[in-house]
């Protein structure tokens, strides 16, 4: 039995439709405001503005020392930002949507808001260089160009995105406005507990947010890409696998008999009926209590008389007499005249 993907969508019933978002005027105005939002906080940092001075501030101030107590639990908190972890947490449940729902779409859009997450992210980070605060030279200092990699705020940009692609792909308005509260909380979480822990400066999670965001409110213009993609790997799945369903015919076994069909059957079976009809082999009538050859047994199949081996058939109705040979036995010596 199949038990991959594919297999499962070909067995279960068609899902309701489910609509596709659209880059709606709404939408448009969102992306707008936090593409200058992002860029904003891109240049108060190159500026070394009063943003920088705030993250010098918090930093002096180590938050991890003040409540030393929820150090430890913030430890494993910070994980639902990593990237690995949630990635794979999120795709067990997209891929759950995939089986039922007939469609590659919630798994296709997960890897693609991934992949426009370490393009985006990443080339900003390698561009700028900033390094983290446990690594800062001088104070004050944007701490830029100095080969670091820590703005945006990786951990941030992947908890918005991440959680934040379970309500972009809900079925109902109820379940994605409960989602996007759930994300929210998530990722504001993950940005300041960096924040407390000492792995990232403020204007680093301020950034992450923007990013995340970003990719979330631009997936619309990624869907036509999806629905090709979707349409292509269905096309090739049924190039390379056939019809789904579709089982070939089990191969006869090696040695099996090959069946007779039943009108050469009743054609043999007529000939024979036709030179000694109501008799057995050679006129001699069948003997009480057998069986009538069954149709589908060639004659030519039967051995001769002569070839079988000399068995009394069970069942015999004769009763035994004293002074009869058995057929095929060997009669008792004869005593020899004349002593």
Request: proline share 9%; charged share 15%; glycine share 12%.
């Amino acid at each position: 039995m199949r038990t991959d993907i594919f297999a499962r969508l070909d067995r279960e019933p068609e899902p309701p439709k489910i609509e596709t978002p659209r880059m709606s005027r709404h939408r448009v105005a969102l992306f707008g405001g936090t593409l200058a939002f992002y860029l904003a906080i891109v240049i108060a940092v190159l500026m070394s503005s009063w943003l920088v001075t705030l993250d010098w501030k918090v930093m002096l101030f180590r938050p991890y020392q003040q409540w030393p107590e929820i150090h430890a639990a913030l430890d494993y908190y910070v994980v639902l930002g990593q990237r690995g972890p949630t990635a794979v947490m999120v795709a067990c449940w997209l891929g759950w949507r995939s089986w039922r729902q007939h469609t590659l779409r919630p798994l296709l859009t997960l890897g693609a808001s991934l992949l426009l997450l370490n393009l985006t992210v990443g080339a900003v980070k390698i561009g700028l260089g900033r390094l983290g605060p446990h690594y800062a030279t001088r104070i004050g200092s944007a701490e830029l160009f100095a080969g670091g990699d820590i703005f945006p705020s990786g951990h941030t940009a992947n908890a918005v995105v991440t959680w934040g692609i379970l309500a972009y792909l809900a079925a109902t308005p109820r379940a994605r406005r409960y989602l996007s509260a759930m994300s929210a909380i998530v990722s504001l979480g993950v940005g300041l507990t960096t924040v407390y822990l000492g792995t990232h400066w403020l204007s680093d999670v301020l950034l992450g947010w923007a990013a995340g965001l970003l990719i979330l409110l631009g997936l619309p213009w990624v869907e036509p890409l999806i629905t090709r993609a979707e349409n292509w790997i269905f096309a090739a799945r049924a190039r390379l696998g056939g019809a789904p369903g579709r089982r070939p015919a089990p191969a006869a076994p090696a040695g099996a008999e090959t069946p007779v069909p039943v009108s050469a059957v009743q054609q043999a079976g007529d000939g024979t009926a036709a030179q000694s009809p109501g008799h057995g082999q050679a006129g001699r009538p069948p003997a009480a209590g057998s069986r009538p050859r069954a149709h589908g047994t060639p004659a030519a199949g039967h051995a001769a008389r002569s070839e079988r081996s000399p068995v009394t058939p069970a069942g015999s109705r004769r009763p035994p007499h004293a002074d009869r040979t058995p057929r095929g036995g060997t009669a008792p010596a004869r005593p020899v005249a004349g002593g």
